[in-house]
């Protein structure tokens, strides 16, 4: 059964800061998604990696793949407080579809 | 807005009920996704159907069915309703099975 785990699950920063969101999967993953949930609100898509070794930026968010390592991270750059939500990575396992989501991480930034 | 259309937003309803929850994919989307979203078990997948026929089934109880018409929407039917069937139901979309997700706005039920 493949498992995804992110940690951690609740990150409060202030603003300016650097930080890292982890993200680990337990068996082999075709595509590993990130999205930004706000709260009560749907799942906005921020990336798509798609082969080892991937980085995708997107303003202050950068993301990064190593299927080696069956890892996936989230960099956040020079926090600022619209950066505040629920970050969740899933795994898309293969022709399976479906995708598998970690727990979410909610991030705080505080001015 | 995402192209992916969810009714309704929210839905009381009691123990024991039945309810429809609907979901209209993105123009020109063949596969359409349930997912439960609550707070002790996270998102979890339910049901996928692609172009009318099921393709793969998650986490999703014998008292939940769906079914996606030839006009590619799909409905999740929920039944005997328990108190923590409470949750948010999103329905995703895509072209086909390896062409990234769009998510609706979701369906906040509560079971009272």
């Known amino acids: 059964e493949l498992k995804v785990e992110q940690n951690p699950l609740f990150l409060s920063m202030q603003e300016g800061k650097n930080y890292t969101i982890y993200c680990n999967y337990s068996?082999?993953?075709?595509?590993l998604y990130w999205y930004r949930q706000d709260p009560g609100k749907s799942l906005e898509s921020l990336f798509v990696?798609?082969?080892?070794?991937a980085v995708k930026q997107e303003g202050r968010l950068m993301a990064s793949l190593d299927t080696k390592a069956r890892l996936s991270t989230l960099h956040i750059t020079a926090a600022v407080h619209d950066l505040s939500a629920t970050y969740f990575c899933?795994?898309?396992?293969?022709?399976?579809?479906?995708?598998?989501f970690g727990g979410g991480t909610r991030l705080m930034v505080k001015p | 807005d995402s192209g992916v259309t969810q009714t309704p937003k929210h839905l009381i309803t009691a123990t024991g009920q039945r309810v429809t929850l609907r979901c209209s994919p993105r123009?020109?989307?063949?596969?359409v996704y349930w997912y439960q979203q609550s707070l002790d078990q996270g998102l979890q997948f339910l049901i996928q159907?692609?172009?009318?026929?099921?393709?793969a089934k998650g986490n999703i109880l014998e008292r939940f069915s769906a079914q996606q018409f030839p006009d590619l929407h799909s409905e999740l039917n929920l039944s005997s309703l328990e108190l923590g069937d409470s949750a948010l139901y999103f329905c995703?979309?895509?072209?086909?099975?390896?062409?990234?997700?769009?998510f609706g706005s979701g369906t906040r039920l509560t079971v009272v």
């Open positions: 159907y692609y172009n009318g026929e099921e393709r």
């Open positions: 899933a795994s898309e396992p293969g022709a399976g579809n479906m995708l598998t």
């Open positions: 990696l798609l082969s080892n070794g």
């Open positions: 995703a979309s895509s072209v086909g099975s390896r062409d990234g997700y769009t």
């Open positions: 123009s020109g989307d063949l596969s």
């Open positions: 068996t082999t993953s075709d595509r």
